[in-house]
């Protein structure tokens, strides 16, 4: 007999929140036409329902964990889980959503009756992702990393008048589809091997059996994690990231870079950890070698480039090396903390991407930013201030996460990984001081002011929590830590 | 009964063909259908492994996976066609302006 | 009862310290007879607390001031002596006479208290030297002569020669002071403290023969480098670019000796080390010989009196060499009263000559700068060591003590013996060179005796020079009472004690003074001709020592010069090129590893999917083969 | 109290950052003004320090407890005549930048955020907060280098970061692993400088933890070869950069080495003595003789570091008690004259612009004053006794010789060449008559640059001749360091002699 599934409402309520915002959006834009100001209303409220629901989660959430009731946490026949993971990666993904549409809103506008398809996309490719770190379900979160996917390509494409956003869509869409199925063959060989899709079944199986067939689900485990590693664009599957950083547009880049990062790292957090724990002696050598190849390509290529949105994205790449060491490390605290920091640093670096480049996003080479200091000071110190956190200078958020993920590493055996990871750091800040040097110390071809505006609001949050949890990281660190995955 | 394993190899075999089709054409359309090709050697794998396990998790993951793969057809073709309208090509090779 | 005498420096230092700060405002003279008073004071203070010595049955004490590097056992403390009592009272004494020649000398300079005020700073810097209580103190003092001497000599800093005539004395001496360090390291890691008190009490307990040579020598090297000695005597005849009072006081009086002091204070270490007495007297008799030579063919005048005083300089090692402490101080003494004369007579002859240093262009003077003509006569039979003038006696008594030391001294003594004869006859043809015959001056010069106020330093020097032998002569051995308790526990040599040799001893010096007296005044007494004759018939020795040996030139060429090139290499390839260039080849190399793997990002799709698909496939073999 | 004294300058960064732009003209002197507050404070801190009473003033507040991370500060002899010249300079450094005309807000802004993190990395008694400070205040610096400097000074601010970041990450690395030995050890996590220092380490741990730690700090210091980011980035500092780059931050490496390096890792110290010693001899030497002819002025004073710094080096590990405290004393020292040298220098600078030796001559002439004062620092510079570097190199020297006779021999011949390079220098340039006519019309020094120096001036003599004041303070915490040291390793301190005399001042 079938049993028809439970339903929680609870576990999904913020998705749901999300995806149906995001119909109404479609709605309200195709029967009353309002102006952006309005649509930007309803988006922030949508969001705000979105975030608050997550909160709400959260209260539960964290009392089942902590009464050890992990059951009571999985919802929709072990689909969904509830767990602090989820919920602090939702929020975080929520929270980026919301500063990227900010960074983003005068490109969105620009669209003109566009812009609301393009919300839309924003708010469904949020609900693909917040279903993917909520998945305890590797088909289930096939079908988040799909949504959100998809709809990031189109995001891509969005710039139209412009020939590398659809270079861009293109490059990112096939490739995308390609670590997509790579993603999923992994995730049938996996099924195959141990029978199970559930993190948890699979835990169990391999803690309850003596594998048959061990190849079978490493090259599983293998294809995950090259699926997911191009996700969250950690070398040698990031190739598409400095050209779609490059192409797409400019106010968005930061929104698709950061969320397809945090779910990327949280579903990779949670399959190696939770699923595959088990086999952590196996995996741990080579993630430590993506580890060591993104920190390394990464930040060597950063040093190179002449080009702002292609040095972040490079400089994405070696933080991508920098967060697998805290999943090298094992412990999701560290992870998530990084993951939050780095988004929020993420956005706010593209929002000034986005001011200096204009709102379709034209250009970003360097020699824009020339002057920069004196042109627009609060814009150019807020910019100095997140690339410094980036590169991980003590008293930014920056340095606790580092900090914290390489004290994992270490503590899990990874000594010259975290040596390796401390002289990529030095050679990040290479790069990082190249945007500052032409930003401060070469001067400005053109004086005009740059209008700023509503990044500026993304700006003083970023700033902030860089600085603010960089000087008194507790309250982030306690959160990041009642965190745990089932 | 043939034996479930060559099911499975059969499925590889597909998925590599696949995959090479993918890097080895030049067609963004012909590179698509490459996917498609992955995403059905996937389905093979897991109807064959479902089907071996007794279990119906894997038969019903299909299904999801197909409608995945409509989702995609849809979104990448307009993409593709938008490119073709401007360009009048769909080789991938003539989209190599970002570098480096 | 002696603790007053930390005023004796206090005093000089006081005056600098004004003349430094408030100099500016008082009209010419007067800030010279203030540095003057200050000194002056200095030596009534000293000859006050100096008393009970005289007397006899004063004990030396040690003055304790204030802490200053206790770990090292270096503070300000003051060690108030017999010996330190005598330097004391040369030193202000004869640096009184000197500052008063000066005010008369500096006579419209336009930093006329600047000058006093530096004066003044190296008087308080000697006396802080010879009152020492310590190692570390007596460096103080040491480095700051050395300062002293470095801004008086430069003290016409427009002359580029003056200039690097100052720089050049600094250095060298600081090629000494490193010596001389050294061996105070040995003297702490041996005593563990660089106290007089605690090191002389327990010299024999803690010193073994071996350590005691190393100090002795290392000291020794310090010496050299302060009293110009050789190796590293190249200092003191550039040094005469300074204003002549300067080279009276400081390079011919008072700094040049503290070598020779420092050595006669060591005296409780050397005691424990033949050697490196015997190498301190063999440097003072060769250094004697040596520049003896040089002064013979100088014809500058102050040249003479620099190369002069080197040698007497040699002579007084060639003493405190031998264990002949109290002949050697002895000759310190003379020697700083008739070489300051003969200096400052040198200072009015330049003076009156309106700058003029060249022997060869003086002649004559005699009549017209009677009183310096006198005095400085009186200053060169002391130094050629006629009796019953000062020179005679001191010399006479290291000469005397070297030989009653025998065997190697023996050779000492005749190099000595020798040194005697060459310096009667170069000083003699000094004055008759200056003094006699007819005038070879230039066009524009008016030759006129000095003014009172600088002839009557000139006086009382002269007055000195006479007698301040009779302070110890075999008939009455007056000072070698007096610094009796400065050497207690030390083997002093003394002078043969029979007549008869000693009156063979003396003969000999004598027939020595007066041969090479008499053969200077001969030979010079004539017309320029002739002695010019003379001199080419000794070429090409002459020329040689007309050059000093051209040591200097041989310092450049094998030291400054190689030095500069290493430097340079350093500089320029290893450091530029060589380190920094390192660090930039990382930096170029982690760019360059960019550049090189930029082309990876190839822009083609296909390609990405590669590497993808290659990334892939390593990761899943990787994990295939591990697992 | 020392949170206060790390917070008041930035405050004043704060106050000073909310004056609007346009009013330039009071944002130095307000910068200036408020930096005395933390000079008077520290002031106040010196005047109340007890010697004995080792670390005082303790604040311990956790910071992130899982981590053991915490807000903990003290002071001991070491780090407080450290703080008290860093409260010193910063005005004064300020005060000579008079001719800082383009954005001085920022300027200031900047120097006082400097000044926290320099006080801080002082003050830090857990290795995470000092590491904060330690990296923290690369940006300040960076950025007064990189905007206020002269032609090249983007290539010497950037090679300034990275060098120094580069030594720091290592030390980030061993860090970690100390506060993770401590937490497997003991069960709990700390960073407290007290707590790690007590950890039983195996030889190999102990001596590479030793390594990072001692080439971030030899590259701070900077000790041979890690020395070339130095010249550069004095070359192009503006002045008040140059004296507190040369003042201070230099020290955190010195003072890097003797309090963690010596107090972590006992043993391996002792075992690397030898090392470090080759390395601060060298450095000796090498600077020196690359100062020589170094054809720029600024960049001679900056060689000249390279030298003085190997004495305080050598002496921190001859590991006695007169090289410690001479190591100690000589932070100040080298901090007081090479200081005022760059001040000179930099008003030599504002003079002629130019710091080419090739390019004066006679100086002395026109501007007698400056000339003298440069004297008076080149002296104290040369370690002339009565001046405060002699006590310092000459109780590292007198000290060092009993543990490392070879070693401290040819460290003398520093003091040798120091005499060479700076006086030629000063030759070059002061002496003569002044044939170019640009030197001929120099102004001399005004009052407000003589009062900058004077103070420096007097502090150089007061500590030449009764540097009590500030051994009495200092000679407790070293000795603490040795007892240690003695304590935990095998290591015998040579014992010089007997006892030294003790010496009761003024009692007779």
Redesign the interface.
């Known amino acids: 007999m079938i049993t028809p599934p439970e339903i929680s409402w609870v576990a999904i309520a913020p998705d749901l929140a999300l995806a149906i915002g995001a119909a109404l959006v479609l709605l309200v834009d195709v029967q009353w036409k309002p102006a952006p100001r309005v649509l930007g209303w309803l988006v922030g409220a949508i969001l705000a329902v979105g975030a608050g629901l997550t909160i709400l989660q959260w209260e539960q959430g964290a009392d089942a964990l902590a009464s050890g009731d992990t059951e009571s946490l999985v919802a929709f026949s072990g689909l969904i889980t509830m767990d602090g993971f989820a919920i602090f990666s939702r929020f975080v993904l929520i929270a980026a959503t919301g500063l990227g549409l900010a960074a983003g809103w005068r490109f969105v506008v620009s669209l003109g009756r566009r812009g609301a398809e393009a919300t839309a996309l924003v708010l469904l490719a949020t609900t693909g992702f917040s279903l993917m770190v909520a998945a305890n379900n590797l088909v289930m979160l096939f079908l988040g990393l799909e949504v959100g996917s998809i709809a990031l390509y189109v995001l891509a494409g969005l710039a139209r008048e412009r020939r590398e956003s659809e270079e861009a869509a293109i490059k990112y869409f096939l490739l995308g589809s390609f670590a997509s199925a790579v993603f999923i063959y992994g995730v049938a060989l996996i099924y195959a091997g141990t029978g199970s899709f559930e993190i948890l079944g699979i835990r169990q199986h391999l803690n309850d059996f003596v594998i048959s067939s061990p190849a079978v689900i490493y090259i599983g485990i293998g294809l995950v994690v090259a699926g997911l590693g191009f996700k969250v664009s950690a070398a040698p599957f990031h190739t598409w990231a400095p050209d779609v950083y490059q192409g797409a547009p400019a106010g968005l880049v930061g929104y698709m870079a950061a969320v397809a990062k945090v779910a990327g790292f949280a579903a990779i957090a949670r399959i190696l950890l939770t699923a595959f724990s088990d086999l952590a002696d196996t995996w741990l050598p080579v993630v430590a070698g993506i580890s060591v190849l993104s920190m390394v390509l990464g930040s060597v290529l950063a040093l190179v480039q002449g080009d702002v949105r292609r040095l972040l994205a490079y400089s994405g790449v070696a933080h991508a090396g920098f967060i697998m060491t805290g999943v090298v490390g094992g412990a999701t605290d560290g992870v998530l903390f990084y993951l939050a920091i780095y988004a929020i640093q993420l956005v706010g670096a593209f929002a000034v991407v986005a001011v200096v480049s204009g709102p379709d996003g034209a250009g970003s080479s360097l020699e824009e930013y020339r002057g920069l200091g004196r042109r627009s000071p609060l814009l150019a110190g807020a910019f100095t201030i997140l690339l410094l956190g980036m590169g991980g200078l003590p008293i930014t958020s920056g340095f606790v996460a580092k900090f914290g993920v390489f004290t994992d590493a270490w503590a899990q055996g990874y000594q010259w990984l975290v040596i390796v990871a401390v002289i990529a750091s030095v050679v990040a800040f290479a790069f990082y001081i190249r945007v500052i040097v032409v930003m401060y110390m070469d001067d400005a071809g053109d004086e005009q002011p740059l209008r700023v505006g509503p990044e500026r609001w993304v700006l003083a949050l970023a700033v902030g929590a860089t600085i603010l949890w960089g000087i008194f990281p507790s309250s982030l660190l306690d959160l990041a830590a009642d965190a745990l995955p089932i | 009964m043939v034996p479930v394993g060559w099911y499975m190899a059969l499925a590889a075999a597909l998925f590599l063909i696949g995959a090479l089709g993918m890097l080895l054409r030049r067609n963004a359309l012909v590179m698509f259908m490459c996917i498609e090709l992955m995403l059905n050697a996937v389905n093979l794998t897991l109807i064959s492994a479902g089907r071996a396990m007794n279990d119906l998790n894997g038969q019903v993951a299909v299904f999801f996976i197909l409608v995945v793969a409509a989702a995609e057809v849809v979104v990448g073709l307009a993409i593709i066609v938008a490119i073709f309208r401007r360009r009048a090509t769909a080789s991938v090779d003539e989209l190599s302006e970002l570098r480096g | 009862m002696a603790d007053f005498v930390w005023l004796v420096i206090a005093l000089p230092l006081a005056g600098a310290v004004f003349l430094h700060f408030f100099g500016k405002y008082v009209k010419e003279p007067l800030s010279g007879w203030m540095a003057s008073a200050a000194i002056g004071g200095a030596f009534v203070l000293a000859a006050i607390a100096a008393v009970p010595f005289i007397q006899g049955g004063g004990e030396p004490v040690t003055i304790s001031l204030w802490e200053w590097m206790p770990a090292i056992g270096a503070n300000f403390e003051l060690l108030w002596d017999p010996l330190a009592a005598l330097m004391a009272l040369i030193v202000t004494g004869v640096g009184t006479l000197i500052h008063v020649f000066a005010i008369g000398y500096m006579h419209g300079d336009e930093r006329f208290h600047r000058f006093f005020t530096n004066l003044n700073l190296f008087a308080a810097s000697m006396l802080t030297l010879v009152l020492a209580g310590n190692y570390a103190m007596l460096f103080l003092g040491w480095e700051l002569v050395g300062l002293c001497s470095y801004l008086l000599i430069g003290f016409w800093y427009t002359r580029t020669t003056a200039s690097a005539a100052a720089k050049k004395a600094f250095i060298v001496n600081r090629i000494g002071d490193f010596g001389f360090m050294i061996g105070l390291m040995l003297v702490f890691t041996v005593f563990g403290t660089l106290s007089f008190a605690g090191i002389f009490e327990r010299a024999g307990q803690e010193l073994t023969s071996g350590m005691a040579t190393a100090i002795g020598l290392l000291f020794l090297v310090g010496a050299t480098g302060k009293s110009a000695q050789i190796p590293l005597y190249v200092w003191l005849p550039d040094a005469m670019e300074g204003p002549t009072p300067v080279s009276a006081l400081i390079h011919a009086a008072t700094m040049v000796t503290a070598g020779v002091y420092v050595i006669a204070r060591s005296a409780p270490i050397y005691e424990f080390t033949p050697v490196a007495s015997t190498v301190v007297a063999s440097v003072g008799a060769l250094t004697a010989i040596w520049a003896a030579s040089i002064a013979l063919a100088q014809r500058d005048i102050k040249k003479v009196l620099a190369y002069s005083t080197i040698s007497q300089l040699g002579f007084m090692f060639l003493a405190i060499g031998a264990r002949a402490y109290v002949a050697g101080v002895f000759h310190l003494m003379t020697h700083a009263f008739f070489k300051a004369l003969l200096f400052l007579g040198a200072g009015s002859v330049i003076h009156a000559m309106s700058d003029e240093q060249d022997m060869h262009r003086m002649g004559g003077l005699m009549r017209k700068m009677p009183l310096t003509a006198t005095t400085m006569a009186i200053g060169a039979l002391a130094l050629a060591g006629i009796p019953p003038l000062a020179g005679f006696w001191s010399k006479d008594e290291i000469l005397a003590a070297d030989f009653a030391r025998g065997g190697w001294f023996y050779v000492l003594w005749i190099i000595g013996l020798v040194t005697a004869l060459l310096t009667a006859f170069y000083i003699a043809r000094l004055w008759v060179l200056v003094f006699y015959g007819e005038p070879r001056w230039q066009e524009d010069a008016h030759p006129h005796e000095s003014p009172r106020v600088m002839t009557l330093p000139l006086i009382a020097l002269a007055f000195l020079s006479v007698v301040g032998g009779l302070v110890n002569t075999p008939f009455r051995l007056g000072l070698e009472h007096f610094l009796e308790p400065s050497f207690e526990g030390v083997h002093i040599q003394e002078a043969p004690t029979d007549w008869l040799t000693l009156g063979i001893l003396a003969a000999l010096s004598i027939l020595a003074a007066v041969v090479g007296v008499g053969a200077g005044v001969l030979a010079y007494r004539r017309p320029p001709e002739r002695w010019r004759r003379f001199e080419e018939s000794f070429e090409p020795l002459w020329g040689t020592w007309e050059l000093a040996y051209g040591v200097d030139d041989l310092y450049g060429r094998t030291l400054v010069l190689p030095g500069r090139r290493l430097a340079e290499a350093a500089a320029f390839s290893v450091d530029a090129k060589g380190v920094d260039g390192a660090v930039n080849g990382v930096g170029r190399l982690v760019r360059g590893a960019g550049d090189w793997a930029r082309p990876l990002q190839t822009g083609f799709v296909r390609n990405y999917g590669v590497l993808f698909l290659a990334g892939a496939l390593v990761v899943v073999v990787w994990l295939v083969a591990s697992g | 109290m020392l949170t206060a004294l790390i917070l008041l300058p930035v405050a004043a960064a704060i106050v000073v950052a909310l004056i609007p732009g346009r009013r330039r003209e009071i944002h130095l002197p307000l910068g200036i003004a408020l930096s005395v507050m933390p000079l008077a404070l520290a002031g106040y801190l010196f005047w109340v320090f007890e010697p004995a009473a080792g670390f005082q003033y303790v604040v311990d507040v956790p910071?992130?407890?899982?981590?053991g991370i915490a807000w903990n500060l003290g002071v001991d002899g070491i780090s407080l005549p450290m703080v008290v010249l860093t409260t010193l300079l910063v005005p004064i450094a300020l005060a000579a930048s008079t001719t800082i005309t383009n954005r001085t807000k920022e300027f200031v802004m900047y120097t006082l955020l400097l000044e926290a993190g320099m006080i801080g990395a002082f003050l830090a008694l857990d290795l995470?907060l000092f590491?904060?400070?330690?990296?923290?205040m690369?940006?300040p610096m960076?950025?007064i280098i990189?905007?206020w400097g002269t032609e090249r000074?983007?290539y010497a601010?950037?090679?300034f970061?990275?060098?120094t970041?580069?030594g720091s990450?290592?030390m980030?690395?061993a860090i970690?692993?100390l506060?993770?030995t401590y937490?497997s050890q003991e069960g709990s996590a700390s960073f407290a400088l007290s707590d790690l220092a007590g950890l039983d380490l195996s030889v190999g741990t102990e001596r590479m933890f030793f390594a990072a730690f001692a080439i971030a700090f030899a590259i701070k210091v900077p000790l041979?070869?890690f020395?070339?980011?130095l010249p550069d980035a004095h070359v192009e500092a503006p002045t008040a950069g140059s004296v507190l780059l040369a003042a201070v931050l230099l020290k955190l490496g010195t003072y890097g080495l003797l309090r963690f390096n010596l107090s972590l890792f006992p043993d391996a110290s002792v075992d690397a003595i030898p090392i470090m010693a080759i390395l601060a001899v060298v450095g000796i030497i090498?600077g020196a003789?690359?100062a020589?002819?170094?054809p720029d002025l600024k960049k001679l004073v900056a060689y000249s570091s390279v030298s003085h710094l190997g004495f305080i080096v050598l002496g921190t590990f001859a590991l006695t008690?007169?090289g410690l405290?001479g190591a100690v004393i000589q932070n100040v020292n080298h901090g007081l004259t090479t200081g005022a040298l760059f001040l000179l220098v930099g008003m030599i600078y504002d003079r002629r612009h130019t710091k080419k030796i090739a390019d004066f001559g006679?100086l002395?002439?026109t501007v007698p004053l400056l000339a003298g004062f440069f004297l008076f620092m080149t002296?104290a510079s040369i370690g002339?006794?009565?001046l405060n570097g002699?006590?310092g190199e000459?109780?590292v020297?007198?000290?060092s010789?009993?543990a490392l006779?070879s070693f401290?021999?040819i460290a003398?011949?520093g003091?040798?060449l120091a005499?060479?390079y700076l006086?030629?220098a000063?030759?070059r340039v002061?002496?003569?008559?002044p044939d170019k006519e640009e030197n001929s019309v120099l102004s001399d020094l005004s009052g407000r640059e003589i009062a900058l120096l004077v103070p420096i001036a007097v502090l150089i003599v007061v500590i030449g001749?009764?540097?009590?004041l500030l051994?009495d303070k200092i000679?407790p915490s070293t000795e603490a360091v040795l007892d240690r040291i003695v304590e935990q390793t095998d290591y015998t301190m040579?014992?010089?002699?007997?006892?030294?005399?003790v010496?009761?001042?003024?009692?007779?």
């Open positions: 910071w992130y407890e899982p981590w995470f590491f904060v400070f330690f990296e923290a690369l940006i960076y950025f990189g905007i000074r983007i601010a950037v090679k970061f990275i060098y970041a580069f990450a290592l980030l690395a970690i692993g506060a993770l937490a041979f070869p020395h070339t980011w090498y003789v690359v020589i002819v170094q008690s007169g405290q006679g002395q002439k002296f002339l006794p009565g002699f006590v000459f109780l020297l007198i000290g010789y009993p006779p401290t021999v003398a011949l003091v040798v005499a060479i006086l030629w000063y030759e002061f002496t003569g008559v001749l009764y540097p009590k051994l000679t040579p014992e010089p002699g007997r006892i030294g005399d010496f009761v001042a003024g009692d007779e």
